[in-house]
């Protein structure tokens, strides 16, 4: 099993900047594609971005195009997504989730395992 932990969230102005962090337990992190989601409120939860287990992999919603990079570290078993220019409509909880198998990287369902969630609000 695998825990994550979302970190760095907060309140930014628009075009400004966040780093979200995503911590994992556990020592097989480098066998799992990771991905970052969002949801904000009254909305449905949101594919952002993916990387493979390599790193070599990434896949990013039209929506965060040129403006996010994710990475991952596989020594320190964290994934990093790197958001600029930030809009206002960027404002929702951002989730981290692990998978063990390639398929739609756009799916949540697909995802085994889901953090608890970091804030992002992004002020106008």
């Known amino acids: 099993q695998v825990r994550l932990a979302e970190a760095g969230g907060g309140l930014v102005q628009a075009g400004g900047s966040l780093r979200l962090s995503c911590a994992a337990s556990?020592?097989?992190?480098?066998?799992?594609?990771m991905a970052w989601f969002r949801q904000a409120p009254g909305k449905e939860r949101e594919f952002v971005v993916a990387i493979n287990l390599d790193g070599f992999g990434r896949y990013y919603a039209d929506s965060v195009k040129g403006r996010a990079t994710i990475s991952r570290d596989n020594a320190k078993n964290t994934v990093y997504l790197q958001m600029n220019s930030l809009k206002p409509e960027d404002t929702a909880v951002y989730y981290c989730?692990?998978?063990?198998?390639?398929?739609?990287?756009?799916?949540?369902?697909?995802?085994?395992?889901w953090g608890q969630g970091t804030q992002v609000t992004v002020s106008s």
């Open positions: 989730a692990a998978r063990r198998s390639y398929g739609n990287w756009y799916t949540g369902a697909e995802y085994d395992y």
């Open positions: 556990g020592r097989t992190f480098s066998t799992y594609h």
